[in-house]
């Protein structure tokens, strides 16, 4: 498992692509082994996953009967929500990059992806923090998340403009396909595996 200062360093690099520099690449490994190794970015979003999923008990049992509870089961469903989510949206991403002859580009696009969900995924396990402590934060925090997710989109497109070198219909296409249909699958899966609050 890479280690902080190797997260730190890819961060490092994102950090510049965001800024439009392509100084980011150098920072990435973009080998075989380096887009195998950007998966455990998973493992480094395991905390504020813990918190997300505490968020979503405290939410799913509001709508069950005052003596409900969840298991073990509970949480294994939400993990596998987590896992189609970090998963199938790249599946997509790779597809219509082959489609468009442009496979070359689908290994900085799992790397720069995979390491970028960590601060997002922080940022994110902050604010639902925010609720699950500070109940009384709610209306400030509605607005925060609105404001994540459009600088969720906007950090996401400087990506991919560096990794499809501006080509503008491929960078909207590519950042459409890597946050609408993880959206669409979060709340299908949650209704299918019934831990949707009701």
């Known amino acids: 498992m890479p280690g902080f200062k190797e997260v730190q360093y890819y961060l490092a690099g994102l950090w510049l692509l ?3 520099d392509p100084r980011g690449f150098r920072y990435l490994d973009m080998s075989e082994r380096g887009v195998n190794r950007s998966f455990w970015a998973i493992a480094w979003c395991l ?3 813990g918190i997300s999923w505490l968020w ?3 939410v799913f049992l509001r709508s069950m009967p005052p ?3 969840v298991g073990f089961a509970f949480y294994l469903r ?3 929500v987590e896992l189609a989510n970090w998963f199938v949206p790249l599946v997509f991403a790779g597809l219509l990059l082959l489609a468009f002859r442009m496979g070359e580009r689908f290994a900085p696009v799992v790397v720069s992806v995979n390491w970028l969900g960590v601060p997002l995924s ?3 396990g902050l604010l639902l923090a925010m609720v699950v402590f500070l109940p009384g934060s709610v209306g400030l925090v509605s607005l925060l998340l609105l404001a994540f997710m459009l600088a969720q989109v906007f950090v996401l497109a400087r990506i991919l403009r560096m ?3 501006g080509h503008p219909l491929m960078v909207g296409a590519m950042t459409l396909v890597l946050l ?3 959206m669409i699958l979060s709340e299908y899966l949650q209704h299918f595996l019934g831990i949707y609050p009701v």
Request: one cysteine or more; hydrophobic letters at 40%.
């Open 122 to 124: 922080y940022i994110n």
């Open 78 to 80: 939400l993990g596998l």
């Open 180 to 182: 609408v249909p993880s």
């Open 163 to 165: 990794i499809c070198h």
């Open 56 to 58: 979503w008990r405290q």
């Open 18 to 20: 965001i800024r439009l």
């Open 67 to 69: 003596e409900a509870d």
């Open 47 to 49: 905390p504020p996953m």
